[in-house]
């Protein structure tokens, strides 16, 4: 069964100070992995997509890496607009519909 | 381009009642999901449709939830009758290509 954790849970940090979250994930054939992320009341926007271990996206102070077990969020330098929940998913070989399976998500506070 | 349109934005009902929840996706999009969202998870995917055809609803609890999709645009998703476990908020989103576009949810609270 495809599996995605997602850590740590929370996050707090100070404007400026860089950290990492991790997505780690358990799927047959991957056909993708996807970084969302989701404000208070609001629905979950799309930030990246990775296809094979190596690649890497960046966006602005976020980057995201792939491994073949795991995918890193890096967040340089936030802000505290960055403020939110990040949340990875994956679409597995497994389902012929290609669903997304979510992770429960890490929520980041950036304190000015 | 406008985004998915969702109604209500807040529902609040009794266990034992009914409720319906609509959305119109981004023009153009042939694909339309239904998430549930509970406090403190990611989304689960209750079904999606391919233009107004199913082609997953392996999660959705069929003996209380059911969902619609007439020609193709508009959807509307129904719990008759609602459990206290429910409570959730409801996320429509719609897809061109990979990338899913979501609405701002309707949040279901049930007492």
């Known amino acids: 069964e495809d599996q995605v954790t997602q850590s740590p849970e929370a996050l707090r940090l100070q404007e400026g100070e860089s950290s990492s979250l991790n997505c780690s994930y358990t799927?047959?054939?991957?056909?993708?992995l996807f970084w969302y992320r989701q404000d208070p009341g609001k629905g979950p926007e799309f930030l990246f997509t990775l296809y094979s271990a190596g690649e890497e996206k960046e966006k602005e102070r976020l980057k995201a890496t792939l491994t073949k077990k795991e995918s890193f969020l890096h967040i340089t330098a936030p802000k505290p607009e960055d403020s939110a929940t990040y949340l990875c998913?994956?679409?597995?070989?497994?389902?012929?519909?290609?669903?997304?399976?979510f992770g429960q998500g890490t929520t980041l506070q950036v304190k000015p | 381009e406008a985004g998915v349109a969702q109604s209500p934005r807040y529902k609040i009902i009794e266990k034992r009642q009914s409720v319906a929840f609509w959305c119109n996706p981004i023009s153009g999009h042939a694909t339309l999901y239904w998430y549930q969202q509970i406090l403190g998870q990611g989304p689960k995917l209750l079904i999606q449709f391919q233009n107004n055809g199913v082609v997953d609803d392996s999660q959705l609890p069929k003996d209380r939830f059911s969902a619609e999709r007439l020609k193709g645009v508009d959807s509307t998703l129904k719990i008759q009758p609602a459990k206290l476990e429910d409570s959730a908020v409801y996320l429509c989103?719609?897809?061109?290509?990979?990338?899913?576009?979501f609405g701002s949810g309707t949040q279901l609270s049930v007492l």
């Open positions: 799927v047959s054939g991957l056909r993708g």
């Open positions: 989103a719609s897809s061109r290509n990979e990338k899913l576009f």
């Open positions: 998913a994956v679409k597995g070989g497994s389902s012929n519909t290609g669903k997304l399976i």
